[in-house]
């Protein structure tokens, strides 16, 4: 196995990914060609931004068998910012053979680069990592105080989204 960033070109392989998760079902209910333009997309605005970083999982025939996000934030409270991963999914055929622990250990080793002060994500506790202890069993510790809100916000069906900036403006 081998892990790399992502490019535009695995989007198809990624797409495969997350429609093979059960977890994931508001995404199955829509087309494989629907997600691979997404993932497409969201590939592109990753390689552009410079705050993201996507990895894949490559079985050595070639073909992805998991990946993973990860943004990089800052805090103004926190010498380092944090590494935040929004996603870590891995086949279920390809379970149990170090595809996880390996896009885990090269996002911890580039925030441990970047100099991040911790590495946080959120885990379904319906998902399997979840009740295998996945991360528990790599030293990770489950908040207990924390909730974890979410603002769905719509976004028109063909409406483009683009990554513009807030602009600050002075008062008088």
Avoid at 38 to 63: D, K, M, P, W
Avoid at 102 to 118: F, M, N, V, Y
Avoid at 126 to 135: A, Q
Wanted: hydrophobic content about 35%; charged content about 20%; overall charge neutral.
């Amino acid at each position: 196995m081998k892990i790399r960033s992502a490019k535009q070109e695995d989007a198809p392989g990624i797409a495969a990914v997350v429609h093979a998760m059960d977890e994931l079902r508001s995404v199955a209910r829509q087309s494989i060609e629907t997600t691979t333009q997404t993932v497409f997309s969201n590939l592109e605005r990753v390689s552009s931004s410079g705050c993201s970083t996507a990895y894949v999982a490559e079985e050595f025939q070639g073909g992805i068998v998991g990946y993973g996000a990860v943004h990089w934030t800052p805090f103004l409270f926190l010498p380092g910012g944090e590494a935040y991963v929004t996603e870590l999914f891995v086949r279920p055929s390809a379970s149990d053979k170090g595809v996880g622990s390996g896009i885990l250990e090269t996002i911890i080793a580039e925030a441990r680069q970047r100099g991040c002060s911790r590495v946080i994500l959120l885990n379904g506790r319906d998902g399997e990592s979840y009740r295998r202890s996945f991360y528990t069993k790599r030293g990770w510790i489950e908040r207990d105080q924390m909730a974890n809100f979410i603002l769905p916000i719509t976004i028109e069906p063909g409406k483009t989204v683009e990554a513009a900036p807030p602009t600050l403006r002075a008062s008088s």
